[in-house]
């Protein structure tokens, strides 16, 4: 059984046209030119072999043409499968030859085998190293046909595939590609989420350390760790003599220098008020909250600003 891998598909050899051939002569190949070429064709007779450049004497064939067809203006050569060397066909269809060219017997060439009209002689292909080949035979030439002969090299480069295989081919690379793209989305997500996991239990620490310090009351640890948690990895925006920083790092270089709410050994009273940097929790969770508020009604504004904001209303 043949396989699909070793099956040439069809070549496309020429076109309807006005061309000038690697001999230097300029020929018109019109619908009767083309017409003649295929009906005259016969694969038993004078078969046209596969050849890669164009040898001139007992150089091995690596396959034959079976039959002729024009399609869309274009003289198109059908390979014969059984006759088609596998490791030939299998270079072919991976495209490592590049171009293709006809040779063809003039009208009036002596060996002509349909006189009188263009005739095939040979479909060379070029651009690689011809593979071995074995059981195929060998290809006799004339002495007498080197100085009498047409040779048209198609101007398109061969790319092993035709169009439905194009088709086949870009859709296969299309979700190929979204599979990529949505595999990167999936680890750039899982990355985020990673992240943001690694921050809230930084948060968390953080806040159960406050605590520790008596920096914060108990209320206050969970309302510091929904603020961090809210600011994130925002952008760095600038505090003026402190320098640049991220929102969240300047709220923790804050909370870091404030005074513990009352002196070790002694207790807070429940209804005491956040004094000193305590109220940095306030002010951060006000700001948070007004940004947010701000952001809704279509006025999105920076964290530095909201807190700007708040202070400024409290006479900060």
Known sequence: ???????????????????????????????????????????????????????KLNDPAYGWVDRLAIEDGEVVAYPDPALTDPSFAEAVNAGRYRKVSAQLYPPDSPNNPVPGQYSLKHVGFLGAHPPSVKHLGTVSFADGDAGNLVTIEQEKVMSG?????????????????NTRETALAAREKAAEEKAEAERHEANVSFAEGLFTEAKIKPAGKDLLVGVLDALGDAEVVSFGEAGQLAPRDALIKLLNSAQPLVSLGEAAPDDGKPVGEKDAVAIAAEAASFAEAEAKAGRPISIAAAVRHVTKSKGA
């Open 1 to 55: 059984m043949t396989n699909a891998t070793d099956t040439i598909k069809p070549i496309r050899i020429f076109r309807q046209g006005t061309f000038t051939s690697v001999e230097g002569t300029k020929i018109t190949f019109g619908e009767a030119e083309l017409s003649g070429i295929v009906s005259g064709y016969n694969a038993d007779k004078n078969p046209a072999p596969l050849v890669v450049g164009h040898p």
């Open 161 to 177: 595939t035709d169009d439905k295989d194009k088709e086949v081919s870009f859709a296969e690379r299309e979700e190929a590609l």
